[in-house]
């Protein structure tokens, strides 16, 4: 991977954003509609467009743990722009797609939201499973996108919770084997 043009990139886009990282503003929510809204988004897109890992004869495919998703620059360009938000520097930010489009083993979790649950601790259900109150989710991606999950932004949810916020969210560990791979490589058994 040639990361001098990308690295210059996301420095761009770093300075673009003034140093708006997750958690600034009211849960945090607006970090990705400000990635998207920025000019240079468009220059790590196309930075990404030309690399050899992103032509479309060889797009990474990531499992989700039902399938597989096509990653195209236009969805790693916000990604690795807010990986180098997070960590502060452009550099981490391409070090960081590298190891990604490295890796093709990796432990996961899927966080379901739930209604009606209040568990005021952990509550272990198997090794793999547990139920934690939402307040105690760690921030990330997955909290966010659970606090929003009782809002009108394409989320299914239950007729009865469209007002309520979640309570709490199931959690189960997995492993994604492979985890990334590429067209005619070995897909998801």
């Known amino acids: 991977m040639e990361r001098e043009p990308l690295e210059k990139a996301i420095h ?3 300075s673009e954003l003034g140093g708006y ?3 600034q503003q009211a849960d ?7 990635i998207q809204s920025s000019a240079a988004i468009k220059l790590v897109e196309g930075v990404l467009e030309k690399m050899e890992e992103f032509q479309p ?3 990474p495919r990531i499992s989700n743990g039902c399938g597989f998703i096509s990653l195209m620059p236009y969805n790693f360009a916000a990604l690795v722009i807010r990986v180098g938000l997070d960590r502060g520097s452009a550099g981490e930010a391409v070090a960081w797609l590298e190891k990604v489009l490295n890796m093709r083993v990796a432990d996961g ?3 379901l939201v739930c209604w009606g649950l209040s568990p005021k601790q952990i509550v272990q259900i198997s090794e793999d499973v547990f139920i934690m109150p939402i307040e105690q989710l760690p921030q990330s991606v997955a909290k966010q996108n659970a ?3 009782h809002s009108f932004d394409g989320h299914l949810m239950p ?3 469209i007002w309520n916020r979640p309570t709490a969210v199931l959690i189960y560990r997995v ?3 492979p985890f990334l791979f590429r067209p005619g490589e070995r897909e998801i058994s």
């Open 147 to 149: 606090l929003k999950a």
């Open 57 to 59: 004869e060889r797009l």
């Open 28 to 34: 945090g929510f607006d970090l990705d509609a400000k």
């Open 159 to 161: 007729p009865s919770s």
């Open 12 to 14: 761009e886009a770093l």
């Open 175 to 177: 492993k994604f084997d």
């Open 21 to 23: 990282a997750r958690g």
């Open 109 to 111: 979790l899927h966080v």
